[in-house]
């Protein structure tokens, strides 16, 4: 049976959650394999709307187990609000396995991080302010502390110390703000432990027997293919690998396992933060998408930046995640365009480049070379096939297809749950 990996083909908010949940009930786990809660997916089930942060999508599916794995950083705070929320509108969590090792965001991590995001000025790189950064800097440091550390009161209290001891000098002789005693923090972290105990498991071993059982897995990126640490709109990217190849060291699972890789692609294109943007939008046009496709960050409540779809991303995302198919989404929030511009190429320099550029210099001067498209006017919100589309609807989705890279096997036509046309299957 099928392992799945399903991310970000974008900047980020293409609409993950919808799809996981989507898949949800054919599969057996849902697991987060980096970022943390500066991710957020939406997800709609009949009249309910759920907003996640932290938590795989697929915990809103009793039949799924989700996962939390080694490459995301947790904020234990945000965790358990996420979950007492959950709780109280009557789903149930108690399924959730989180990996000991997965590293903790301390609160001197998040002190950090918004003093020298203030510190940077304009030169800020858009971050959501809640040490995600600065908690991924300490693992790469091996100053991190990690969830197992909970259960050993001195080797926690060691680590916390050392972690302490720069990042004291920075807030004091750099920042200007009070030291952090190491007493205080251990004290909030070890307030955790028991309660998150029931959570803890060696979710390697558990996600690779799964995998020999035949069970179905699904591997859930955060943010976006253009937001990864390595392969992104560097600087302006996140700290983690949303990536493909994350998912393997972020879960612990060989890439010989990997068997179907979905990017999901927004029908127009969105970011939030700073950075290079292409086909941003500045006019009319912008504020309809903005206000039409309900673009404000779920995780930060910014207004999204708003422009028409980028195949040259889109071929770019397809080539670094060896992407088999993707789920189109957002389609609906279209309709009502006479004319619908699609970005084919860039001019750089008074040079079309059709490819993206992998100097950042370039990549800052790309101007967007556009194909306009008919578009239509009918409500789609109620198809259920591809054939239930309006013709324009039809080319338009061929035509982002071919420009892409890979087949549009699912395509979303409203929020809900339900509203989702399946061209092929992700399991078969």
């Given at each position: 049976?099928?392992?799945?990996?399903?991310?970000?083909?974008?900047?980020?908010?293409?609409?993950?959650?919808?799809?996981?949940?989507?898949?949800?009930?054919?599969?057996?786990?849902?697991?987060?394999?980096?970022?943390?809660?500066?991710?957020?997916?939406?997800?709609?089930?009949?009249?309910?709307?759920?907003?996640?942060?932290?938590?795989?999508?697929?915990i809103l599916t009793p039949e799924c187990t989700p996962v939390i794995g080694n490459g995301v950083v947790v904020d234990p705070s945000v965790l358990f609000s996420e979950l007492n929320g959950l709780n109280e509108r009557g789903v149930d969590t108690s399924k959730l396995l989180i990996s000991g090792n997965a590293h903790l965001i301390t609160s001197y991590n998040v002190t950090v991080d918004k003093v020298t995001e203030r510190f940077l000025g304009k030169r800020k790189i858009g971050t959501t302010g809640r040490g995600i950064?600065?908690?991924?800097?300490?693992?790469?440091?091996?100053?991190?502390?990690?969830?197992?550390?909970?259960?050993?009161?001195?080797?926690?209290?060691?680590?916390?110390?050392?972690?302490?001891?720069?990042?004291?000098?920075?807030?004091?002789?750099?920042?200007?703000?009070?030291?952090?005693?190491?007493?205080?923090?251990?004290?909030?972290?070890?307030?955790?432990?028991?309660?998150?105990?029931?959570?803890?498991?060696?979710?390697?071993?558990?996600?690779?027997?799964?995998?020999e059982q035949n069970k179905v897995v699904l591997f859930e990126g955060g943010q976006g293919t253009l937001l990864d640490i390595d392969h992104g709109t560097y600087p302006f990217v996140t700290s983690s690998n949303p990536t493909a190849g994350g998912a393997c060291t972020g879960a612990g699972v060989g890439p010989t396992k990997i068997s179907r890789v979905i990017g999901i692609l927004k029908a127009y294109t969105t970011r939030v933060g700073s950075g290079p943007f292409p086909t941003e939008l500045f006019d009319a046009d912008g504020d309809a998408l903005r206000r039409i496709g309900g673009e404000r960050g779920v995780t930060t409540g910014r207004d999204r930046r708003c422009g028409w779809f980028d195949a040259v991303i889109a071929?770019?995302?397809?080539?670094?995640?060896?992407?088999?198919?993707?789920?189109?989404?957002?389609?609906?929030?279209?309709?009502?365009?006479?004319?619908?511009?699609?970005?084919?190429?860039?001019?750089?320099d008074g040079k079309r480049v059709e490819e993206l550029p992998y100097s950042q210099t370039d990549f800052h001067h790309a101007k967007p070379i556009y194909e306009t498209l008919p578009g239509w006017s009918e409500d789609i919100t109620k198809a259920k096939t591809f054939e239930d589309l309006p013709k324009n609807a039809q080319a338009y989705v061929k035509a982002l297809e071919d420009m892409s890279g890979a087949p549009i096997s699912a395509i979303g036509v409203g929020p809900g749950r339900d509203e989702t046309i399946e061209i092929n299957s992700f399991l078969s």
């Open positions: 049976m099928p392992a799945l990996v399903l991310l970000g083909a974008q900047w980020g908010d293409e609409g993950k959650g919808k799809a996981t949940d989507l898949l949800g009930g054919s599969v057996d786990y849902v697991v987060r394999y980096q970022g943390g809660n500066n991710a957020g997916h939406t997800v709609v089930v009949g009249d309910q709307k759920y907003a996640l942060h932290l938590l795989p999508s697929g950064g600065p908690t991924y800097a300490d693992k790469i440091n091996r100053v991190g502390i990690r969830i197992q550390d909970l259960y050993d009161e001195s080797i926690l209290t060691q680590k916390v110390e050392a972690a302490l001891e720069v990042k004291n000098q920075l807030l004091t002789k750099l920042y200007n703000r009070r030291a952090i005693e190491a007493g205080q923090v251990v004290e909030e972290l070890l307030s955790y432990a028991d309660r998150l105990k029931p959570y803890v498991a060696d979710t390697v071993l558990v996600l690779n027997q799964a995998l071929r770019y995302a397809t080539r670094v995640n060896g992407l088999t198919d993707f789920f189109l989404t957002k389609l609906d929030v279209l309709t009502g365009w006479e004319e619908i511009p699609v970005c084919v190429a860039y001019e750089i």
